[in-house]
């Protein structure tokens, strides 16, 4: 009989240690059929080689309308924000982006952005980044101690990727309260549902702001996306609003978590912070160590079996629910040696932080750059930094899809 684990994915008590209990799933039922919020069956993947599969094979979709019956998408749309317009465009309003969406949509969204974000031109704006990250280092740098999501973690990326799309930075505070929103009720339909108005009100945000944008169209991301609206079969206005969401939230989360985990990594590991300060040269390595060892993302965005298949001799079902643990398969000694070692100098690093295939994280080298910005400059300047807490003290963010702390109080 398959072995039944106590996992709540939500919980933010469980994100401080997970990996003992991903641990047992791995050995001994490693593609796991469990109950989801929502009252929801699917499969937890937590193996490295299963994982990989999955964030690679077509037959594993991001889009569930494909796979639904006209009844169960009127079923489905409940648990998602409803108003005078039409269901379908609302119940899917963040979805109808490139992460939500299988080819030929998926190929078709994400060659509008694609070329914006190739590590050439993702380098130029590594000047800007510093001078961000000064800025706020400046602001705390007398004070002697400092929150590094609130004062470095979270301001440094939303800074960045408000600049990329032509943003107005006094708006840059409102999106907070929003992502969070999304995020920590990402794959939970019962808290979705409690936080619909706020959902409404940001996308509500964003159509006044691409509104405004299009009365002055100027030399920014936002601005080439709507011209390609303009072109008429290229990108509809429900794709503009989901992609121009996407690219704030994801632009900004994933980096948010990768600096302060990191930051955190490295302070209850303390040789491994003196040996990177001792060798900067090691800060890329490290950076792919901290989205190996505590990476930003619990899970991979959700998909749906398109058709049976069998995985590690499991029969998955066309339309099962699957969520890919990359936390999990990050840990897999399979995959990696002594993986529950911190090791800035380890050599070899597949880790899935970024996911896999087709779905492979646009903003990686956006992330990576701020990421090594920001801890190399944090160590730079901050020779004394130290936990200003015990480690068991820090709160997890809720939600299956992140890994992120709420703060992070240090001393320097």
């Known amino acids: 009989m398959t072995q039944q684990f106590a996992i709540n994915l939500h919980s933010p008590d469980f994100k401080a240690d997970p990996y003992p209990v991903f641990a047992r799933v ?66 899917f309003a963040f979805s109808n982006n490139m992460l939500g969406s299988d ?34 280092l400046d602001a705390v740098q007398e004070k002697g101690k400092m929150d590094i999501v609130n004062d470095l973690a979270f301001p440094l990326p939303l800074m960045v990727i408000t600049e990329m799309l032509g943003i107005p930075p006094e708006d840059s505070g409102k999106f907070r309260a929003w992502s969070n929103s ?7 339909p019962e808290a979705f549902q409690k936080r619909r108005g ?3 009100e940001f996308r509500e945000y964003l159509r006044f702001l691409i509104n405004e944008k299009r009365k002055q169209l100027a030399d920014d991301l936002m601005s080439l996306l709507i011209r390609n609206e303009e072109d008429g079969d290229k990108l509809s206005e429900g794709e503009l609003i989901a992609m121009v969401f996407l690219l704030l939230v994801a632009g900004h989360e994933t980096t948010v978590n990768l600096i302060s985990n990191g930051a955190l990594a490295l302070m209850t590991h303390p040789e491994q ?22 990476g930003p993302l619990m899970t991979a965005t959700q998909r749906w079996a398109a058709e049976d298949v069998e995985l590690a001799g499991k029969l998955i079902r066309k339309n099962d629910y699957v969520v890919i643990i990359l936390a999990s398969a990050n840990h897999d000694p ?22 896999k295939g087709i779905h492979y994280c646009l903003g990686a080298p956006l992330a990576r750059l701020e990421g090594q910005v920001a ?5 730079q300047r901050m020779p004394q930094l130290q936990l200003a807490v015990d480690a068991k003290e820090l709160v997890w963010r809720p939600g299956a899809l992140i890994m992120g702390l709420r703060s992070l109080p240090v001393t320097f």
């Open 334 to 355: 399979a995959a990696f040696h002594n993986p529950d070692d911190l090791d800035i100098t380890r050599s070899s690093n597949p880790h899935l932080a970024f996911g």
């Open 26 to 91: 791995r050995s001994d039922d490693p593609v796991h059929l469990t109950e989801f919020p929502g009252n929801r069956q699917g499969w937890m993947i937590t193996r490295y080689e299963e994982a990989e599969k999955v964030l690679r094979d077509p037959r594993f979709i991001k889009d569930q309308r494909h796979v639904l019956t006209p009844e169960q998408l009127q079923q489905l749309q409940q648990h998602y924000p409803v108003s005078d317009a039409p269901k379908q465009e609302q119940a």
């Open 198 to 200: 706020e959902v409404i």
């Open 375 to 379: 801890i190399g400059t944090l160590l």
């Open 273 to 294: 912070m003196q040996a990177l300060r001792e060798h900067p040269e090691l800060l890329k390595s490290a950076i792919e160590e901290f989205l190996r060892f505590h």
């Open 103 to 136: 080819p030929p949509d998926h190929t078709r969204l994400r060659s509008l952005v694609s070329l914006s974000f190739t590590p050439r031109l993702i380098e130029q704006w590594r000047e800007r980044i510093q001078a961000i990250t000064n800025e706020l």
């Open 182 to 188: 999304v995020i920590e009720a990402s794959g939970n």
